[in-house]
């Protein structure tokens, strides 16, 4: 069974780099897909980045591609979401989620099985 905790969020400037980390627990099978949403308030669940843990495959948003990278550390059973160059746009809560059963549709919230409990990243002009 798998749980996720997201963690590195917070309040930066325009202009400014964050990376959150989604830290999971139990098993990781080599099947998983790993992503990164995020959700402003009024505003549906947002595809950002995915990578397979098996293959370190990774997809991207067009709308964050060369803006944002996703990487995972199998020895920290672990996935970073480096965010560049920020703006109030990207103001949201950020969720990391696993897709126990990847068929293809990475950008998909529904596909996801668990979801973390989200941090919050706020910024500022």
């Known amino acids: 069974q798998v749980q996720l905790v997201e963690s590195g969020g917070g309040l930066v400037q325009a202009g400014d780099s964050l990376t959150v980390a989604c830290v999971a627990s139990g098993q990781i099978l080599s099947s998983y897909l790993m992503g990164w949403f995020r959700q402003a308030p009024g505003k549906e669940r947002e595809f950002l980045a995915a990578?397979?843990?098996?293959?370190?495959?990774?997809y991207y948003a067009d709308s964050v591609k060369g803006r944002f990278t996703i990487s995972r550390v199998a020895a920290e059973n672990t996935v970073y979401l480096q965010m560049n160059n920020l703006g109030p746009e990207d103001t949201a809560n950020y969720y990391c989620?696993?897709?126990?059963?990847?068929?293809?549709?990475?950008?998909?919230?529904?596909?996801?099985?668990?979801w973390g409990q989200g941090t919050q990243v706020t910024v500022s002009s």
């Open positions: 989620g696993v897709d126990f059963s990847f068929r293809g549709s990475y950008y998909l919230s529904t596909e996801y099985d668990v």
């Open positions: 990578v397979t843990w098996r293959n370190n495959r990774k």
